[in-house]
Structures are given as structure tokens and as C-alpha cells.
């Protein structure tokens, strides 16, 4: 219904706890022109808001031509001197979720594409509708939606010469405050449908050669090398988890030996149940298994020629060095692996 007191001012009356989620796609459904500006109640305008100018970052064809702008946020000043700047890449790794609010790329017109932005933005109403919310958050959705419609293509930019102030104001009831300590738990419920254990936002570059840094991640148990930082770009973290099993077995350089490193090495039928392939089981199914065989070699030559030649086919063999030899066996039999 109409506002009372503001003209061109409709107010839409919606159930207690309606949600965030919920009331902006309610918002998106009811807009009737092509663009729709998403603010708080406590954003104010100031002669630091052009929409002007960010209509015309919408319908410039530097950006149109290839990818145009879906949503345009602007730096929120007043939350980016307390908080940090809230805008950036989002960037995962072993089931974490980065936000990185330094972006690099900058084009030419002072625009920086980014993955999330703040929740406050002109976004263009055709696409806003293929956006999808989720709407069991109340509160929390702001890191969902922008991860989701990633994969719906959404092209996300900031443009810093406009602005919107906040004009934040500690009006915060007990019920209020109530409601508004749900988002954790809200959150890390939805991080975990996307397949998150937890996110970290990060309002400042690490520093891998600073160690005040460095321990304050390992305190954190974050991983030094899943933080980007300005010396080498975004590092890659190891694809999966891996382990690798080295096992040294003592052998003996007669045809005896040579035949039980055959029969370890899966060269005959028994493969499947020696008992070297068991190692493997140690480290899973992305567990790396290497051997080596440590040799005695006999004084024949003949018998030293045929340890090098197993050594070339296989690459497996370390032949070792006559004072390293153990003095001989008083036993009748020697065994022979």
C-alpha cells in the first residue's frame, strides 16, 4: 500500500520474521523497471550517491559487449573503517570458504569485477529473477547467494565513485539482538549444504615471511599456504590429500632373491595377495607406494652384471657397498629375503 506520508512510496506488509532472503525476492518479483537498487533501512542517500553514474556502468558498452554487469555494489565507507572492506574473491580450498577482499584487476573506468560485494546494489531485474535465495535464511544469506549464482553466471563488480551511506544506529531490542545471534548457526548450517566446514574472511593481505602472521593462521588452524598474498599471487593448494609409503627390503643378490623380488614386485600370479601391496591400505586410496630393494652384491662378476640389469628394467634395486656387509650367518640356512 501507498505511504502515508512519502509520495511514489509503496509499503509492502509482510509476516513477523519474514527474513532477508524472502524479502528480497519478494522485492525482485514486485519490480517493474530494469533496474532494482537493494539498500538496509538504515542506508541513507548523500551528494556521495550518484545512481546516475551507476546506471551508466550498467549500460556502457565497455562492459556490455562482453559481459555485462548483472549486480554493481558500492564501497560501504562507514562498515569498511570499522570492519574491513567486505568485497573480493571467494576463493575455496579443502572444503573452506576465502574471502579475499583484495582483488587485483581494476578496469579502466575505476570498476573491480569480484566475486561478493555487500549486500547493497543496483542489480538488473531480468537476471536478479534467475538469481535464486535461500529462503529458509533469515539472516547469513549474503555468502550463499553470491557463491550459488556464480554458477548461474552472475557478474559482480564494484564502483567506487558512488556511494550510499550507512547510518548505523544502536536501535538493537533484546528480541532483536535474539534473532540476529541465529546467524551463525544459520550460516554454518548452509555452509555445510554447499559443502563447507566453515568460512573466513579476510579484511587484510597475509604475509607469508611475516611469522606474526604465520602463527596467527596456525592458531586459527588454517593452513599458511591456502592465504593468498601479494609476493606470488593466489597460491594452488595440493589438489587432494596424499601419502606416500617407502618400504626398504633387505634382499640377496643370488637367483633365490631374484625370484622373491619377482613375486614382490606382482611379476607372477601370486600378485594379488603379497603381502608388499598391503602397505598401500596405510594411506587410503590416494596413498603412493614405493619400494626399494637393498642388495648385497656377490664378488662374481657375472652376478654383479645381472643386479645391473635388474636395476636398469626396474629402477628398483640399491646395490650396497662391500663395508656396509653384515659378517656371514652361523646358521645352516641363510634366508634369502
Known sequence: MPHESVPHMTVVSVPYDFGLSRGKTLLIEMTTSEFVLVLDDDFTHSFHSCLECMLWKMRSQRHSVWRPFDILGFPVQEDERIFGAFRGTLRVASHQLFLEPMAEELLPDGCLRVDICPMVFLGRTARMRTFQFQKDLSVGEHEQFFYSNAYNGAQVAVCFDSSFPHFRVNTMSAGYVKRRERMPVLMATAFKKLGFERAMFLFRKYDHGNMADYD?????????????????????????????????????????????????RGQTDAAAVVWLRKFQQLGGDSATLRWVFAVHPKSEAHSAVALQQEHDLHQDLLLLPASDRQPPSTSSSEPNT
Open 216 to 264: 596467527e593462521l596456525l592458531e586459527k588452524t588454517v593452513p599458511p599456504w591456502y592465504i593468498s598474498h601479494d609476493t606470488c599471487g593466489p597460491p594452488t593448494s595440493p589438489p587432494v590429500p596424499f601419502a606416500q609409503v617407502l618400504v626398504v627390503i633387505f634382499s640377496t643378490a643370488d637367483e633365490a632373491g631374484q625370484q622373491y623380488r619377482q613375486v614382490l
